[in-house]
């Protein structure tokens, strides 16, 4: 007996080199700023050339419901935590437009890191306060699980600062420059990483105006320099996705191509669709509306999954997605464990990444927030607009929402359902039609009100770190400053 047992031991260990272990993938997420929906030649640009995500997607997967949040702080909250942004803490407490990520929350590097991955970031952070100077350096991407980073501290509304790590480099950099140069950091840390699995995240600064583009691209779009920015995107893309290929690690490496939220539709000819060569904004095509709503157009966002070999080629996902599902998902990839003494909002979608959309969740719902007002629900091809004034006080200060047409600035005073599979540019109410639908997201938003919080109330899993004298009843935002109107001489 003792001899047998002794040979099936030794037969193990013969047998044993030959049992595979998986690999963790290398993860790489490329997240633009203020892309529109159909700022890309396979979701539907007319004018605008994406040969390279194009590509992609014909090897990947393309995404036509994948959710993003209504402006830039919050998308980046919401993908670093896996989380509404209005659960997440903030410092202070308060509820900024746009959060200023409390150090104790988790981030997708700190959780990856968990599992030895090297991790870095290149671009626009925006996390640590919306200011290219005063922002806390204590909450740079360097203090929240990234070990290496190359940006700028927030959006480059006129300037962008560019840091190494935590060290200024160049004041006022060259924003022509900046797609590349991120690029270029990005593919010197996979090199230099190459040999054990890694985590880059490249939040680009573009196409967030202030615009602009670098010679080989300048004046080359039909677009205009709206398009040559998104066409540099597109090159550099492919930049990438070659760098993997030619290093060997595109067959366990995931990269996922998305945007913050959808076009800055204030930045085009009478804030219109974008679609003149003048145009600094983009283009959300059939969706209703942009940035700063809660129609479409505000929040679907072009998405392309690559993974050769993973991610079945030439595959469309209709299913609903967002960017609170990434940290989840990447998790459950690299073998990681997501935080269990919270709520985490995202799910793992592994599923639909690799084409098994019979085994994704059928009840999974999105809920729309504008700042701290939950403005709608999806579920499934439904979307139920609650009813809400034409300027609501949640929604400040943007309740009287100066992004978007006049046409978009509209309240509901009974609940307004649409079948988005029919009517992409919401325009018709069928809740009369489909009551038993009305009563089942409502439903849904009630207990959504209840577990997270809504601008009258916080939900008993909204999360507060900082130490409080007594929970709020109302979420903590900040007193905005009174803007008294400054008189005419002829007025005085």
């Known amino acids: 007996m003792m001899k047998r047992l002794c040979v099936l031991s030794f037969a193990c260990l013969l047998l044993a080199p030959l049992v595979a272990v998986a690999e963790p993938p290398n993860l790489v997420i490329i997240f633009t700023d203020d892309q529109g929906y159909q700022d890309v030649g396979c979701f539907g640009s007319p004018d605008i050339r994406t040969p390279r995500l194009d590509a992609m997607a014909g090897e990947g997967m393309k995404f036509t419901s994948f959710y993003a949040q209504p402006i830039c702080g919050p998308s980046r909250a919401a993908l670093m935590t896996g989380c509404y942004p209005l659960r997440v803490a903030e410092r202070g407490n308060e509820k900024q437009v746009h959060p200023i990520l409390h150090e104790d929350e988790i981030t997708i590097a700190e959780v990856l890191k968990t599992k030895g991955y090297a991790t870095a970031c290149f671009g626009k952070w925006d996390l640590a306060k919306h200011s290219q100077t005063g922002f806390y350096m204590d909450l740079f991407p360097t203090r929240q699980g990234f070990d290496y980073f190359y940006g700028t501290p927030t959006s480059n509304d006129r300037i962008a600062n560019l840091y190494r790590n935590e060290e200024l480099i160049e004041p006022a950099t060259n924003l022509a420059t900046v797609t590349k140069r991120y690029t270029d950091e990005a593919i010197a840390f996979i090199q230099r990483n190459q040999d054990q699995p890694f985590f880059v995240y490249i939040p680009h600064s573009m196409p967030h105006t ?83 709503s809660t129609f479409e157009g505000g929040v679907r966002v072009p998405a392309i999954l690559w993974a050769p070999g993973k991610v079945p080629a030439g595959t469309v996902c209709d299913s609903i997605a967002s960017t609170m599902d990434v940290m989840p998902t990447f998790a459950a990839l690299a073998g990681a464990e997501i935080p269990s003494d919270r709520v985490i909002d995202g799910e793992d979608i592994r599923p639909l990444f690799h084409g098994e959309f019979d085994k994704a969740n059928p009840d999974k719902a999105f809920f729309y927030y504008l700042r701290v007002h939950l403005q709608a629900v999806r579920q499934g091809k439904w979307k139920l607009h609650l009813p809400r004034e034409k300027e609501p006080i949640g929604a400040a200060p943007f309740s009287r929402n100066k992004h978007i047409v006049p046409e978009d600035r509209v309240g509901f005073e009974e609940p307004f359902l649409v079948d988005l599979e029919n009517d992409l540019g919401e325009q018709v109410n069928v809740a009369a ?20 919080g809504d601008y ?34 002829s007025s005085k």
């Open 456 to 489: 009258d109330r916080v939900g008993k899993n909204m999360r507060f770190f900082d130490p409080l004298e007594a929970r709020p009843t109302k979420p903590p935002v900040p007193v905005l400053p009174s803007r008294t109107p400054k008189l005419s001489p």
């Open 433 to 452: 039609e489909y009551p038993m639908i009305v009563d089942r997201l409502m439903v849904l938003a009630e207990s959504m009100r209840e577990d997270l």
């Open 210 to 292: 202030k615009l602009d583009a670098s010679k080989p691209f300048k004046g080359k779009s039909k677009r205009g320099l709206y398009g040559d920015v998104i066409e540099e995107i597109d090159f550099n893309v492919g930049r990438i996705l070659d760098a993997l290929v030619e290093m060997d690690l595109a067959d366990n490496t995931y990269v996922l191509f998305t945007s913050d939220n959808g076009p800055w539709l204030i930045k085009n000819k009478d804030h219109a669709d974008g679609h003149l060569p003048s145009d600094q904004g983009g283009s959300a095509g059939a969706l209703r509306s942009g940035k700063v």
